[in-house]
């Protein structure tokens, strides 16, 4: 069964990494991965975390502590525009905003496979006892909190700052993510149906993703704010053709590699 999921999953990771050219024009999210793809450093962190968090699928299991360790360093470590790009790129229809949602393979770093959401209340109590994820998570809260002496609520420059702490969560116990393809509301994965006497808390701490208005805005205007690194980036490999030749030796070794694991 593995070695037939083999190719299905190379072309994926493939897709993931590369963009489509055929998708390209009115997708900003595959303008994101192409632009990345024509980054050396962004292209080989990218590799690395897509290496990590799909290799093992065919096997019905990803390891996913090492696929959070690579996200997070694809987020610190990664140039920071075309980071975001790829985690906010603005749509306008399902198929870009499923290639969104697809951003950091979530059947391996978010969902998990086949499992139904655990309470947020274990998400929660797993970040605060985690000195990588709790302050993460304390840094998100002061900087894409609400401010009552603003008057739209939410400070004008804050849209950036909110925005990479949210970047900062991926890859901790409390991964947020896309919840569907049509639009841009996002979530930890998990609920509060079996939250008991701390239903309360467990709905303030997802409210802090799902009734977050200034997170919602700062992922919104994301669009006016397109970073202008990534049309540079685009000009500068416009030919399909040249783009690909130009993906380098050393980010096409881990993909072959891959198949020795599916």
């Given at each position: 069964m593995a070695h037939c999921l083999?190719?299905?999953?190379?072309l994926l990771l493939l897709l993931l990494l590369l963009?489509?050219?055929?998708?390209?024009?009115?997708?900003?999210?595959?303008?994101?991965?192409?632009?990345?793809?024509?980054?050396?450093?962004?292209?080989?962190?990218?590799?690395?975390?897509?290496?990590?968090c799909l290799g093992q699928v065919a096997h019905g299991s990803c390891p996913r502590s090492r696929c959070?360790?690579?996200?997070?360093r694809f987020f610190?470590?990664?140039?920071?525009?075309?980071?975001?790009?790829?985690?906010?790129?603005?749509?306008?229809s399902p198929a870009c905003a499923e290639r969104?949602?697809?951003?950091?393979?979530?059947?391996?770093?978010?969902?998990?496979?086949?499992?139904?959401?655990?309470?947020c209340l274990e998400a929660l109590d797993a970040c605060e006892k985690s000195l990588v994820c709790r302050p993460r998570l304390l840094a998100f809260q002061a900087s894409c909190a609400s401010t009552p002496s603003s008057q739209d609520r939410c400070l004008r420059d804050q849209g950036p700052r909110c925005?990479?702490?949210?970047?900062?969560?991926?890859?901790?116990?409390?991964?947020?993510?896309?919840?569907?393809?049509?639009?841009?509301?996002v979530a930890p994965w998990c609920d509060c149906r079996a939250s008991g006497n701390r239903h309360e808390e467990c709905e303030?701490?997802?409210?802090?993703?799902?009734?977050?208005?200034?997170?919602?805005?700062?992922?919104?205007?994301?669009?006016?704010?397109?970073?202008?690194?990534?049309q540079d980036q685009l000009d500068s490999h416009h030919n399909p053709g040249q783009r690909l030749l130009q993906v380098s030796l050393q980010s096409i070794l881990p993909v072959l590699a891959l198949q020795s694991l599916l």
């Open positions: 083999g190719p299905v999953l190379l963009g489509s050219a055929s998708s390209a024009g009115g997708n900003r999210c595959v303008d994101a991965a192409e632009a990345c793809t024509a980054n050396a450093l962004c292209q080989r962190l990218r590799t690395k975390y897509v290496a990590q959070h360790r690579a996200l997070r610190s470590l990664g140039p920071q525009a075309l980071t975001h790009a790829l985690l906010f790129c603005p749509c306008t969104r949602r697809q951003t950091f393979v979530p059947a391996c770093a978010f969902s998990g496979l086949g499992h139904e959401p655990p309470s925005l990479r702490t949210y970047a900062g969560l991926v890859g901790t116990a409390i991964t947020p993510n896309y919840v569907d393809n049509t639009s841009a509301r303030a701490f997802r409210g802090l993703f799902t009734r977050n208005r200034c997170l919602d805005g700062a992922i919104q205007s994301f669009d006016s704010q397109w970073p202008s690194i990534l």
